[in-house]
């Protein structure tokens, strides 16, 4: 009797460690994975990219259809959040110009961002 | 000893059966659901459009630690020979110019040749540092001069190495203090005109001073000229100009006997 629970208690050890080992040691990796799985810090990399790349050519579709990728109701506000943060977390002037454009572009802006949009000159 | 030797074999069994069904139960039946993912795991087409977007960002940027650190997180297809193969791919598939420039001139200075790299870069001219120390900032309503003048073909690669030309598109054709004039006094005249001395619209100047910057666009007085803009100085202020790299300075009210100076700058696009 006493030798059943014991085969008992290292069968649920071998279990319990099979678990531990599959869910947190060496978890499933996914491939083929979409933009939308990328963790948040490639999240925002690749909207900076998508800003940058929508600097260089202008093209508002193809930002558009890059940003529909990351699988979020609306990317215009996404991408003025991304623009708001980079103001405070020490983005280049560069980086919030393009972020701050394409915000724009999709119809998003703040009063934070306004100083990036002014097209107008005005006297020192 | 019969009876020792059967109760291992029955603890092995037992530790072998319940690992077994603990990794088969957490790996296939109900994996962990919550995950995130580095670029080197998105799909393989996904995987060439961020490299493709890394390539972009750089030409924009020129910024090639940071793109060097992107290329990292992707692995095997962040390599240098996997822009230079990417560009070879859109280049014989008729992809768009763009894209092809931007991902040669990445896979070119990581030091990657390709035929699409070769066609891509332009030939004979002066060498430069490969990182600009001033980022234009385009409108994107204007995008760069790309003069697809590159045709495929099936020659070999030549040998010699093209010089990448990172200069500014633009030069400065003309630089002048206008002294008494009233109408230009205290005035910045900002022109910019194409290879053949038309006016661009919608090109950014950027002037700045002290800590301070300013940015506006030509062709907000198309009765002057449409590649024409202006700013207003203040006496005694040094100013710098820039259009897209290419940049003026040391522009100031001083210098004319008869008050304050005004300014015309003229800068030229690159054939």
């Not at chain 2, 896979?107 to 870069?121: I, K, M, N, W, Y």
Request: glycine fraction near 6%; aromatic fraction near 8%; charge should be negative.
């Amino acid at each position: 009797m006493r030798q059943i629970w014991v085969i008992a208690l290292v069968f649920l050890l071998g279990l319990s460690l099979g678990l531990v080992y599959a869910w947190r040691i060496k978890p499933v990796e996914y491939t083929d994975n979409e933009f939308a799985d990328l963790k948040p810090t490639y999240q925002a990399e690749y909207v900076l990219m998508v800003s940058d790349a929508y600097a260089l050519s202008g093209n508002l579709d193809a930002a558009r259809e890059r940003l529909s990728r990351l699988a979020v109701p609306d990317v215009a506000t996404l991408v003025l959040s991304y623009a708001e943060s980079a103001l405070t977390q020490g983005a280049t002037e560069i980086e919030i110009d393009h972020l701050a454009h394409l915000a724009a572009a999709l119809g998003a802006s703040s009063p934070a961002l306004s100083p990036y949009l002014t097209p107008t000159p005005t006297v020192p | 000893m019969l009876d020792r030797k059967l109760l291992w074999l029955r603890l092995t069994l037992a530790l072998a059966l319940g690992l077994s069904l603990g990794l088969t139960y957490a790996w296939l039946i109900d994996p962990d659901e919550y995950y995130e993912t580095d670029p080197a795991n998105l799909r393989a087409d996904l995987r060439e459009d961020y490299l493709t977007l890394i390539a972009l960002s750089y030409r924009i940027n020129g910024d090639l630690a940071r793109a060097q650190a992107r290329l990292t997180t992707l692995g095997k297809a962040g390599k240098p020979a996997s822009a230079a193969a990417l560009a070879d791919r859109l280049y014989h598939s008729g992809g768009d110019a763009e894209t092809i420039r931007a991902l040669a001139l990445l896979a070119h200075t990581l030091g990657a040749q390709s035929e699409a790299v070769v066609a891509h870069l332009p030939t004979a001219t002066p060498t430069m540092a490969p990182t600009p120390t001033t980022t234009p900032t385009p409108l994107p309503t204007t995008p760069p001069t790309a003069t697809p003048t590159d045709t495929p073909t099936a020659t070999p690669i030549p040998e010699v190495t093209p010089t990448l030309d990172v200069r500014p598109p633009y030069d400065v054709v003309e630089q002048r203090q206008v002294c008494d004039n009233l109408e230009v006094a205290g005035i910045i005249q900002i022109y910019v005109q194409d290879a053949n001395g038309q006016g661009l619209p919608n090109v950014e100047v950027q002037v700045s001073w002290e800590s301070k910057r300013n940015r506006f666009f030509t062709g907000l007085k198309p009765e002057i000229n449409p590649g024409y803009a202006d700013f207003h100085m203040s006496p005694g202020q040094m100013y710098d100009v820039t259009v897209w790299g290419t940049q003026v300075g040391d522009i100031s009210t001083v210098g004319c006997s008869s008050g304050p100076s005004g300014w015309r700058l003229v800068f030229q696009h690159r054939e």
